[in-house]
């Protein structure tokens, strides 16, 4: 790998941009795909395909094999809400790599404490979001059930690239909320987005089992695409 090459894998890695480095195994020659060219290029396929499974692989062509690289970002996991939910689902993802912040204007519930190992912010999440770059490698979970609180940071997770947004509350409180978001200025497309009732439906009950149902569906909509409404949820 020359210099040229290594910058820019660190420029994509602090501007957490997916890139894919495609190495000619017959001759060594290296180029570099980002997520806006891989639509154009001869793998276009398989870095698509790559960039959301995590995985590399080699790949022929007339000249020879080629081993196509995937560099993502880290994952990043968006939690509103320092709630019992949070404090279950916080280890989960973090487990499964992601880095963890959890946001939450109550100082009393957003404590390092309660949530060890993750980034704790106890600020209004609109006041705090803008300046964390929600981006396509983001998930996005909002827990109080206070509409002070999640709608605000819904309408600016909706106004991202975040791959999973899901919302905490019966199908009488999403539909409250959607009815709000709606007032707001929110199409139906992006309102959508939204996973609501949050999780998948596996029958959770109790905190821990709904983490569980969280991390499934978020599990599923990063690896598969999609918001999961095709699978019903209970009410929670």
């Known amino acids: 790998m020359n210099s040229e090459t290594l910058q820019r894998l ?5 501007g957490r941009e997916p890139v894919a480095m495609v190495t000619a195994l017959h001759s060594g020659a290296q180029r ?6 891989a639509a154009d290029d001869e793998f276009g396929a398989v870095i698509v395909d790559g960039f959301r499974s995590d995985r590399s692989t080699v790949q022929s062509n007339a000249a020879g094999e ?4 995937i560099f993502n970002p880290k994952l990043r996991l968006i939690v509103i809400g320092a709630v ?5 689902l916080v280890p989960m993802a973090t487990a499964a790599g992601y880095q963890v912040s ?7 519930f957003a404590t390092a404490e309660r949530f060890p ?57 999403q539909a409250a909320r959607r009815e709000r978001l709606v007032a707001a200025g929110f199409a139906d497309a992006a309102l959508a987005r ?4 949050v999780g998948l439906d596996i029958g959770a009950r109790g905190a ?22 095709d699978i019903r949820r209970d009410d929670r």
């Open 10 to 14: 660190l420029q994509a890695q602090r």
């Open 32 to 37: 570099i795909v980002c997520a806006r060219q």
């Open 66 to 69: 080629h081993f196509v690289e």
């Open 84 to 88: 019992h939910i949070a404090q279950s």
């Open 102 to 108: 959890v946001i939450d204007p109550r100082a009393a």
């Open 117 to 173: 190992g993750a980034e704790v912010v106890a600020e209004w999440p609109d006041e705090v979001l803008p300046g964390l770059g929600l981006d396509a490698r983001c998930g996005f979970v909002a827990l109080t059930h206070d509409p002070k609180i999640d709608d605000p940071a819904l309408g600016l997770a909706l106004q991202s690239d975040c791959f999973y947004i899901g919302a905490l509350g019966s199908r009488k409180t």
């Open 194 to 197: 939204i996973a609501g009732p």
């Open 208 to 229: 821990p089992e709904i983490a569980i149902s969280i991390m499934a569906e978020m599990t599923m909509c990063l690896r598969h695409g999609g918001a999961g409404h």
